[in-house]
């Protein structure tokens, strides 16, 4: 029988093949946890998405994300819950979606605010680097609109008129993308005296409008175009490159002398930041291709809105070049909030 020299191995012993065994366990335990990750990555989304609407029920951002989230949730397989979170101008839902996790089960739905909101908030509560565009999918022109009473007949002939005696105009509250628009091109653009009257949303400034209780009525197209169609009130301009399709008959600011200038409220959808990539480019496909169909195009158009299709990196680019556009005039206009 051959013999042991001391460079062979020693015999093994109990205690040494328990640690054999418990050294495997935790290898196939880390192993199989990190399966499960990848696993879990590939998976997505395995549970119900939350869209939380900086605004509250009924009005167009959360019509529009009920409408997206039935597309989102057919095409991917998944109940799409919708949260409403209204308050602070859309900070608070921002600030709530920029601190979750960020795994794709928390989606922002937000306005134009969340651009203008940079500028305009001393302290918002978050950072907007903490959020990710996903998509930003519509878009809607403001409006300026007076009583069917109103002698102008005319966006020039209102400024006309202003320039002597000074105006009244109101807006969904101050802040809103209407207001800051409506400011700016009143002070800036127009040089006119124009009072603003805020409310707390776009119906009650709607009836001081119909009610003749104010000159003038700045808001998105889509909270005033069933007054003008009625002849309750006159549409004077539609801040826009071109006529709103809803509302073919009232002219562009640039057709009444004001060329270059628009303003617009649309609907984004954004994820906390370090969401994985591959997250984001898959809720970005499940609303795009919502989006590029002809009812829930249809739907939109009969809300007001034009559907915006784009990546996550065109949304983010946008995102930038609306934070840098509605930052300007912000500081124009003279406004902060605390």
């Not at 000159?215 to 005033?224: E, G």
Request: hydrophobic share 45%.
């Amino acid at each position: 029988m051959p013999s042991h020299s001391r460079g062979d191995a020693a015999p093994r012993t109990p205690a040494s093949g328990c640690l054999r065994l418990m050294s495997a366990l935790l290898a196939g335990l880390a192993a199989t946890s990190l399966c499960g990750q990848v696993g879990a990555a590939e998976r997505y989304p395995a549970r119900a998405i939350t869209f939380v609407v900086a605004y509250a029920p009924g009005g167009v951002a959360d019509a529009i994300a009920r409408i997206v989230g039935q597309d989102v949730g057919r095409q991917l397989g998944q109940t799409v819950v919708v949260e409403n979170r209204g308050g602070a101008g859309g900070n608070l839902a921002a600030r709530a979606v920029s601190k979750s996790q960020a795994d794709g089960y928390t989606v922002l739905v937000t306005t134009t605010s969340a651009a203008i909101n940079e500028t305009l908030y001393k302290n918002k509560g978050y950072e907007t680097r903490d959020l990710t565009p996903v998509a930003i999918v519509a878009s809607t022109p403001d409006v300026i609109a007076v009583h069917a009473s109103n002698p102008a007949s005319s966006l020039a002939d209102f400024i006309k008129a202003g320039k002597q005696k000074g105006v009244t105009f109101g807006t969904a509250g101050t802040g809103s993308p209407s207001f800051v628009g409506a400011a700016y091109f009143f002070k800036i653009l127009a040089k006119i005296d124009a009072t603003h009257v805020p409310f707390q949303g776009g119906a009650p400034a709607v009836n001081a409008a119909a009610g003749n209780s104010i000159d003038a009525i700045a808001i998105s197209l889509p909270s005033v175009a069933p007054q003008i169609e009625h002849g309750t009130l006159k549409g004077l301009g539609v801040a826009a490159p071109k006529r709103s399709a809803t509302l073919p008959g009232v002219p562009t600011y640039g057709e009444s002398g004001f060329p270059d200038f628009y303003s617009n409220s649309w609907i984004g959808f954004f994820v906390p930041a370090n969401t994985p990539p591959d997250v984001v480019a898959a809720l970005n496909a499940a609303i795009e291709h919502g989006l590029g169909e002809p009812a829930t195009a249809g739907r939109l158009r009969t809300l007001g809105f034009e559907t915006m299709l784009n990546s996550p990196s065109e949304a983010a680019g946008l995102f930038e070049s609306e934070v840098e556009k509605w930052g300007a005039m912000v500081k124009a206009i003279g406004i902060a909030i605390d």
